[in-house]
């Protein structure tokens, strides 16, 4: 039986006393900090901008449509922005729009109404600048409790990208110090996946992995003959339990919730920060939860030029509270945390603490998106319906361009996500023409032998993209707002053109039949893999933190979130975060311990 | 009939007790124990005429044949109904009216009289003049058959007739393992 620990109510948070740390933000980065610091016995301080919503009951996963009074979707009162709004509006996107709430593009999939309360009203969280489509989870535990689990290694192909194609930055580390990492996090979280010995996607410590269905097993034999391949969903999902923590997560019983919902996991077999990191550490002792804390400010000692606390805003009476740490530990997101920064003035730190070397908020990357493949596997058309969609994820297709040879027009690469069979509501029955009994038959007859995929591309991390503090716009809390200076290049427009020729080549090999080959790039933002905004790196000129993710300028204060990261890859950025913020805080409660911090 | 298919395909599904044993809590109140049957809704932003034309047009769009019933079964216009009653958008209910009621026109102008009085021959070949372009609407009467059948699929398909007498589906339950192939390496 699942329980969620006795949480304390925040007006029982101690704000008097001196924290060993205080931790900004409780998503995979925050969490882990958290778990870490108070593992080695620090009593650490974690504050989060929204409330704690307990996931267990709110996302109802195996409810059936037809249960529910708008089969899934939220109040009618309320809006979620569309790819059109994102693209011909400019930001801040919900200004003008009449709804109670505007949520994000996420909230436009199918069973909305569970994921509601998840997501930012973005009336009260403007921003302004170029097209973006950003996704904000302000709740204990943020995005972790709706993201896409897909959980990958970096290699050194990633961290030592510079040095094979001459463009960037290398990582301050290599693969070997993170692997480790990578393998505590394994073993504590729970990863489901086939090892397929990739020297440039590494393998996990793998628990039992999905299956395939008979078009993906195909499509896997096919790419074969091409040196390419598809592998089951790495998902960052225990699949077979985690026996040290049984209390607040099960293993996966294959629902098929994970893919007809914005996400989220009520069993808490899919890793979220809350049953994973949060709580456990909790069940320390170490750990003060104080919620409803929005952080606008990292206080620093103008006598011994360390940070010296935290001031924030409690996100529901607007009132100031000032919190004293010896250490100060960044993870509100990439994003955010880089807000934070630049929103810490001081006479020494005139651009933002920790801003010397004027990197915060620049360098900004994520993944690029939208080119892809639908087609139809014609040996499954009107054969008895089999169970496809109880799992986690379909196929990870990885990265082949510019491995041993260069493409002539882009450096770095991308990989596909995909997945066919039968699902929920069948995709086809809005895109087939006609009416009718023949109309319903071919509904019936298709549903489930769709195939499709699309990819994830690295956005290069490039120094002119970057976000900066608008000169006027405030947020409902009188915090100043993001302004957005971003942009695809060129490299990420010719990688698109590629994705959908490789794309479509790859499922004519098959003999799909194709359906539909997307073009198109969705706007910046989209893949909610930003990175790159607090960089880490060994030259103090170059980069913000170093590779402890240490500011390089302010001793005590650390940046653990993905706004570190040097590149963004092609991965999806979670596991890796998780990984980095691990290492990182052993370092951190090693220095501190030896009183150096 | 529906719900038909061979037991070897079955996956090794978890009994519910078990299932019970095994999560307790918030879980009990799973989907096998916590099914209501949903009373039909009476209309309450449509008018009778305009409810029993929308019933028919659903039902033209999606039958009951052979495998299932079809939307009237399902309910699909009381959905619709239900779902209008409630926008605060008055746009959106604008279009349902005019869309209908170009229904209505257009039965007069091809048959001489309301569409619930033409033969079922005649209802189709309406259905079929304002579908013929389906994948590029440009007339109104064409952009209100995207939107009805649009609903009516989304409507029917997330029911329970659609999406387990029709459909089969076959998720939504506990497994004790991914149902599946083992990959070739």
């Not at chain 1, 596997?377 to 969609?389: M, N």
């Not at chain 2, 590029?136 to 009467?141: C, D, I, L, Q, T």
Request: charged share 25%; hydrophobic share 35%.
């Amino acid at each position: 039986m699942l329980v969620t620990p006795d949480i304390p109510d925040i007006s029982k948070v101690d704000l008097k006393k001196t924290y060993d740390a205080v931790v900004v933000g409780s998503g995979a980065a925050g969490g882990m900090a958290a778990f870490v610091l108070c593992s080695h016995g620090m009593k650490v301080l974690m504050l989060e901008a929204g409330r704690r919503i307990d996931t267990t009951k709110e996302l109802k996963s195996t409810e059936w449509p037809y249960e529910h009074p708008r089969r899934g979707d939220m109040p009618p009162d309320r809006h979620a922005l569309t790819l059109n709004e994102y693209t011909v509006r400019k930001p801040p996107y919900a200004a003008g729009i009449k709804a109670s709430h505007v949520h994000n593009y996420v909230q436009t999939w199918s069973g909305s109404d569970y994921s509601k309360n998840l997501f930012v009203d973005e009336k009260e969280h403007p921003y302004t600048g170029t097209n973006y489509a950003w996704v904000r989870s302000r709740v204990l535990g943020g995005k972790t409790n709706v993201w896409g689990r897909l959980a990958l290694r970096l290699s050194d192909y990633d961290f030592k990208a510079a040095s094979r194609d001459g463009y960037g930055e290398n990582w301050p580390i290599e693969y070997s110090d993170i692997e480790p990492y990578y393998d505590k996090v394994d073993l504590l979280l729970g990863i489901s996946g086939v090892k397929e010995n990739l020297e440039y996607l590494p393998d996990s410590l793998f628990q039992r992995p999905v299956r395939f269905n008979e078009a993906e097993v195909h499509l896997r034999g096919s790419l074969q003959k091409m040196g390419r391949l598809i592998t089951p969903y790495r998902a960052g999902v225990t699949t077979d339990g985690v026996k040290h923590n049984t209390k607040y997560r099960m293993r996966c019983f294959s629902r098929g919730a994970c893919n007809r919902r914005a996400g989220g996991c009520d069993i808490h077999a899919a890793f979220d920060s809350p049953t994973g990191l949060i709580y456990p550490a909790f069940d320390t002792g170490n750990l003060t939860i104080r919620t409803n804390a929005t952080v606008r400010e990292v206080l620093l000692d103008q006598n011994t030029g360390k940070a010296r606390g935290i001031a924030f805003i409690d996100t529901v009476t607007g009132r100031d509270y000032e919190v004293k740490a010896k250490v100060v530990v960044l993870a509100a997101s990439t994003l955010e945390s880089a807000r934070i920064m630049l929103l810490s003035k001081s006479s020494t730190h005139p651009n933002g603490i920790g801003n010397s070397s004027g990197h915060v908020g620049h360098n900004f990357c994520e993944h690029v998106m939208g080119p892809g493949v639908n087609g139809i596997y014609k040996k499954k058309v009107g054969t008895a319906r089999t169970l496809d969609d109880g799992r986690p994820g379909g196929f990870y297709l990885p990265r082949f361009r510019n491995l041993k040879d260069r493409h002539p027009k882009f450096i770095r690469g991308y990989g596909f996500e995909g997945g066919s069979g039968m699902t929920m509501f069948p995709d086809d029955a809005t895109s087939m023409t006609g009416f009718g009994k023949a109309y319903k038959k071919k509904v019936r007859e298709h549903a489930g032998a769709f195939i499709s995929m699309g990819a994830f591309g690295e956005v290069l991390s490039r120094y002119e993209n970057h976000v900066e503090l608008d000169p006027q716009m405030k947020d409902r809390w009188g915090v100043p707002v993001l302004r957005f200076n971003y942009k695809f290049s060129d490299n990420e427009k010719k990688m698109c053109e590629d994705m959908a020729e490789t794309a479509q080549e790859m499922f004519e090999a098959a003999g799909i039949e194709i359906v539909s080959v997307n073009r198109q790039i969705l706007t910046e933002g989209w893949s909610i893999h930003e990175m790159g905004t607090a960089r880490m790196g060994n030259d103090p000129k170059k980069s913000v933190l170093n590779q402890f993710q240490q500011s390089h300028d302010v001793g005590n204060l650390f940046v653990v979130d993905g706004s570190s990261h040097v590149s963004s890859a092609n991965q999806n950025p979670t596991w890796t975060i998780m990984a980095l913020c691990w290492r990182s805080c052993d370092y951190l409660a090693d220095r501190f311990r030896k009183g150096e911090l | 009939m529906s719900h038909k298919h061979s037991d070897k395909d079955e996956p090794a599904r978890i009994d519910r007790r078990e299932m019970v044993k095994m999560t307790a809590g918030a879980l009990i109140a799973g989907p096998q124990l916590n099914r209501k049957k949903n009373e039909p809704v009476p209309h309450k932003f449509f008018t009778n005429e305009e409810f029993v034309l929308l019933d028919e047009l659903s039902e033209i769009i999606i039958p009951t044949d052979d495998q299932s019933k079809g939307a009237r079964a399902a309910k699909c216009a009381s959905y619709i109904d239900k779902t209008l009653a409630e926008s605060p958008h008055p746009e959106d209910k604008q279009k349902w009216r005019e869309g209908l009621s170009l229904i209505e026109s257009i039965s007069k102008e091809m048959f001489g009289r309301q569409f619930m009085k033409a033969t079922a021959q005649e209802r189709i070949s309406l259905l079929e003049r304002i579908s013929a372009q389906e994948a590029n609407p440009v007339k109104p009467e064409e952009k209100f058959f995207s939107m009805l059948k649009s609903s009516i699929a989304h409507a029917y398909y997330t029911s329970r007739i659609g999406l387990l007498d029709e459909l089969e589906y076959k998720g939504n339950t506990y497994l004790r393992e991914f149902a599946g192939e083992e990959i070739s390496k």
